[in-house]
């Protein structure tokens, strides 16, 4: 069983929106931080965003267009992409248990593929 599941993703035009979902496996998940990171061939993880506690990260790369949400408390963690372009075509992977300041990551899901279509 996997302990985190991301879906949502998909093939999209560009200048569409696009929300994934991530789900932890166990209840415990709710008091770890969760993030998302996405990655290109030949390219190293990229943090988007991540939530811990009441606090909020999101990367300045997509700052503006993505937004990362978790209701408190809960294993759900969320991630709207807004006026997608074909460079944000990625596989995009949900985490648990780190925080920017670290860089260090726990868990991760399987990850999901985004393609943006210009």
């Known amino acids: 069983q996997e302990e985190l599941v991301e879906s949502g993703g998909g093939l999209v035009q560009a200048g569409d929106s696009l929300r994934l979902t991530c789900t932890a496996s166990r209840n415990a998940f709710s008091v770890l931080p969760m993030g998302w990171f996405r990655q290109t061939p030949g390219k190293n993880r990229e943090l988007l965003g991540a939530?811990?506690?009441?606090?909020?990260y999101i990367a300045d790369s997509v700052k503006g267009r993505f937004t990362v949400s978790r209701n408190y408390g809960t294993t759900t963690i969320y991630l709207q992409m807004n006026e997608l372009t074909p460079e944000d075509t990625a596989e995009y992977f949900c985490t648990a248990g780190g925080w920017v300041d670290t860089g260090i990551w726990t868990y991760w899901g399987q990850g999901i593929q985004v393609t943006v279509s210009s």
């Open positions: 939530v811990r506690g009441h606090t909020t």
